[in-house]
C-alpha cells in the first residue's frame, strides 16, 4: 500500500553547458509528489514510512479530515491546495498586519518632525 504527499520543492543548484554545478539567479519550484510505503497498520491508522529504512516515519489516522498523507494522488493533490491555500491566507494577513504597523510608525515619525 502507498501514501502520497506533495510538496513544493526549490532546487538551488543546476547544470551550465559544461556540466559543472552553478547556482541560478533564480530557483525554480517543482511540485513532487512523495511516495511513503505502509509500515504497520494499527486499529485505528497506519504508520508510514520508506521501506527501505525499516521504521516508521510519521503515524496517519484511518478518519481525519487532515491527513500528512494520502492514499491516493488525486486526494494528497486536493490536501496540497487546501494547505497553500490556507498558508496564504495567513501570509496575507501578516503582511496586512506589517504594512499597518509601518504606516502608524512612519506616522509618528512624521508627525514627531513637525514638533
Known sequence: MKFYRYEVVY????????GEFI????TTPKLECHEYDLIKETPKGYQIGYSFLNRPY???PKVS?????????EEALNNYIKRTERRL????NQID???DGLYLANKILTDDKLF
Open 58 to 60: 510519521k503515524w496517519i
Open 23 to 26: 547556482t541560478p539567479l533564480f
Open 11 to 18: 532546487y538551488g543548484s543546476a547544470r551550465d553547458m559544461e
Open 65 to 73: 479530515k487532515k491527513k500528512y498523507a494520502y492514499l491516493t494522488k
Open 97 to 99: 498586519s506589517c504594512e
Open 89 to 92: 491566507k495567513i501570509l496575507k
